[in-house]
Nanobody
Framework: QVQFVGSGGGLVPPGGSLRLSCAASGFTFSDYQMHWYRRAPGKQRELVAVMSSSGGSTNYADSVKGRFTISRDNAKNTVYLQMNSLKPEDTAVYYC?????????????WGQGTQVTVSS
């Protein structure tokens, strides 16, 4: 059974930092490309960051480039999102997502979401 345990969200003032974690189980984590998405109130879901299965490749949305860092620890089956210089527009529910393709089939798993609120 696929499960994710997320942590690290909360309320932070503008300019502050948070580190989100998403611990996975029930699948071979090291085979999966990992993503962080977010959905702000009244807006579409946005892809924030991507990391390859090995951790050797990353990509970021322009809105977070230089402020957010995605990382992973395959020994701990955990993906992280370090968020610095937070802005009110970063307020959203953040989701981790794992994707892999194998034998022509797409495997796509989602975490439950973690609220991040940036406000003074």
């Amino acid at each position: 059974q696929v499960q994710f345990v997320g942590s690290g969200g909360g309320l932070v003032p503008p300019g502050g930092s948070l580190r989100l974690s998403c611990a996975a189980s029930g699948f071979t984590f090291s085979d999966y490309q990992m993503h962080w998405y977010r959905r702000a109130p009244g807006k579409q879901r946005e892809l924030v960051a991507v990391m390859s299965s090995s951790g050797g490749s990353t990509n970021y949305a322009d809105s977070v480039k230089g402020r957010f860092t995605i990382s992973r620890d395959n020994a701990k089956n955990t993906v992280y999102l370090q968020m610095n210089s937070l802005k009110p527009e970063d307020t959203a529910v953040y989701y981790c997502n794992a994707v892999n393709s194998y034998n022509g089939r797409i495997y796509d798993y989602w975490g439950q979401g973690t609220q991040v609120t940036v406000s003074s």
